[in-house]
């Protein structure tokens, strides 16, 4: 109380200052380029910002801290996963890379030709059939163009059609959906073929796939190249739903993969260049060289048959020669002669020219095994001789 009273006009002056300035800051007006603003808000905003700065920089702060190191771990875990997927996906890339090179050294073996789409020509669609029975379009290319009929008309989405009638200046392209249409098609992964066709609803369906297949909902359907019209490969559209059919044929809707509604310009394939696939020259091993490497040894020949059916056998004849095991010497007959003691003794065999030849070549190896049936010789038998009987003197 003794500061109060002690100073107590000064505070009142401090207090008449202070409200004259605060009257004359809500009064005065501080004109900018948008708008004015009173004087007593630019004080309060100034007042106020650095305290707003500040708390806004300790949540940045705190929030990046949070994301920045504990949810690291999370990111770490994340890391690790993704790791392990660039791996599996590089021994995928190498298999894939392996069967590529495989089949393209089967296609080049098999004498295989590829379609590649070599020239296009750029149209503009000029207007339709305005007809629900026949969907077709017109181009504003023709005869004079170059354009013929049968040529296949794509999108950069996909196909389209084919063109149906040519005239001077333009032509009609009969677009897929149409009932008349017809391509020969493939589905991606099943690899099933089949016809793609319109029906009289506007809707595209594929015929001729058995019922006991399995068809997934999402899968790609491409040109098998087999209508001689659309090269091979080219996206037609997606699987969208599969029913049993009639006939024991499944009912295949599949999605364009172009809008056939709203076209504007399209492309006329105007010539399609096949080629051979051409042999592996990197190096690597070709697919008919692993064929050959497969195919059975064939044995040699012997090398004079002649002097083998003349009694003189060849070298290696009449035996079986293994390493240096030599089997099998075939001999020139049995023949006896009588003893001293009257009785028959067998004289030794002797061996063929073809036994002597293989005991002696006891160093062939076991590439030249050539195993030749001996030619049977009749044994010649001596008969035994019978002694002379005497008279006895008795």
Known sequence: MDVLGRYRNLIVLVGVLFAQVLGLAVQVKRTSDSEPTRLIRVWAVGAVTPFEKALVWTQTSSGNLWHNYFYLRGVRAENRGL???????????????????QARRLQALLGFKEQFISQTMAAQVIGGSGSESSRSVF????????????????????????????YGSTSEVL??????SGAGVILDKSRLQGILRGTPSGEVVIEKVMSDETVPAGELVLTSGGDRVFPKGLLVGRVTKVTPGSELFLNIRVRPAANLNKLEEVLVVTKIDERQAEPDRTGAARAVDILAERLPGVPSKPENPEKDAAGTAAPGTGATTTGATTTGATTTGAQTSPGSDGKPKPVPPQASAGGASAASSGRSTAADTVKVTPKPVKATVVPKPQPAVEDSPH
């Open 83 to 101: 790791k392990a997927q660039i791996e599996q996906m590089r021994l995928e890339q190498v298999r894939m890379s392996q069967d590529a090179d």
């Open 175 to 180: 677009l897929i959906d149409d009932q008349t």
């Open 139 to 166: 181009i504003d290319k023709g005869r004079d163009d170059g354009v013929k009929p049968d040529m296949a008309v794509i999108t950069a989405d996909g196909v389209v059609g084919k063109v149906w009638r040519v």
